[in-house]
């Protein structure tokens, strides 16, 4: 059964890389969760800092010096403002992982002691559990995983039993599992933390390219996010924090520009945010998120997730139809970010992104950087489809024509009996 | 007819020969494709510097899981020496189909265990 809605924002050609084609398949592209693809409008962003404005930020005095400046903190503006955050507490990093990174050196090393604990979920990416596991080896803390359930969500109640043991200094979680798909109830669980005297880091990074996101109505002290996944240029991240935070906090990287001044044995820092900004900065890159920041506010976010919460219920409906295929995390669309990962009986993930790639169809296979998870989920991998707003819903359908295809391919007939195979 | 999914591979994969435990046995490595965290492991028995019996357990592609189940049979009474020296090209040959070079580890994996086992050495073949 298929509804007779096609569901699309009509924005496709905005972005010059769906002219390319394979023979006579156009890009299927299934994998925003990894990388988002990027609009013109980036792209022209990019270059015209660069071929126009280029000199680097904060030293000069020379016009092309002033207008880098401009459009490197005019970005740090838009894009602050984009996750309802200030300015001054918004830190430019490489990525999210590099902006988890930094709480967790930065923060972590000047707070957690002996007997600590830090609070995790079995949800999270592999950027939000090792730089947790270093932190507490090195200081002697407990890492702990809040557990997820048959349908691949937390519950408040083991939340609450958590925190109650009274030793968690610091709850780090996922807003939406870019596995499962699940979007987390942060506000509540940030609430739940602050109650407890535990401070709260949430990786942003599936969460901002899709959904509105309001940093403070979320409540989170420490909000990570990356650019590449939200229509802007690899290179960039963003680690949102409260200012009191960030000022009581010593430096991460250390060198140039983070400095206020510097003597043979002693420094001093610069102010927020720029004491976490070592070096030169990524300013192209910057140019870049902005205008991804600008164009998703053009299109407004609530049409953003209206339109991939569509396309998520009609993945799901059609992936039901795959005989012996299995999503993973919540089955109602509605609790779900824009994705889909997926087992198939009889085929392994990378046999399954293999074949559909044949039909130009892109979905990724593996863990997904979250093998924890997976061994929950009593998987070595799982295929992934995931959607963004250049999707439509003829993308969906080439995706089922697609693993039928696979199953052909493996001569599978019928639903097989789990564990047959793979 | 498909070029990767040839009869034959699906065959192995659905099939594969020398597959379980073996018990007791000499030699054990264990190893896990970085690309997905399939894990492949190896049992060996040895007689007179040659593998007697071999079984691998695990899970995997359909290319990981063929591969070591064409080469198990190649293995069985070859010398420890001459399993030292085998490289990607032997287990790439006896495969028959075009491995891409993101695929190229499903295809190693098998040898690479048996190596490990063999040898104590875990590089990837080259």
Redesign the interface.
Known sequence: MRPAAEHSLGVRADFPIFARRAGEHPLVYLDSSSTSQKPRIVVDAIAEHLLEHNANVHRGVYPLALESDEAFEGARERVAAFTGASERCTVFTKNATEAINLVAYAWGRANMREGDAVLITQMEHHANIVPWQMLCRERGCSLRYLEIDAHGELSLQALESELARGDVRMLAFAHVSNVLGTINPVAEMTSLAREAGALSLVDGAQAVPQMPVDVHALGADFYAWTGHKALGPTGIGVLHARRELLEEMPPFLTGGDMIGSVDFQESTWNELPWKFEAGTPMIAEAAGLAAAVDYLSALGMESVRSHELALTAYMLERLSEVPGLRVVGPPQAERRGGLAAFTLDG?????IA??VARSNVCIR???HCA?PL?RCLGV??TARASVGVYNETADIDALVDALQGARA???LDGPRQPGC?? | M?D??RDYI?EH??RPRNFGELEPHDLEALEHNP?????LGVHIRVKDDRIEDLRFHG?????SQAAASIASEELKGMELEEVGRLGADWVLELLGIPISAT?RK?ALLGLKVVRGAVTGDNAWPG
């Open positions: 085929i392994h993930p990378h046999d293999e074949i296979a593996g863990h093998q997976m070595a991998a391919v493996f001569a195979a793979a | 498909d990767l999914y699906l994969y659905k690309l997905c965290g399939d894990e899970h995997g592609c359909a290319i695929r499903c």
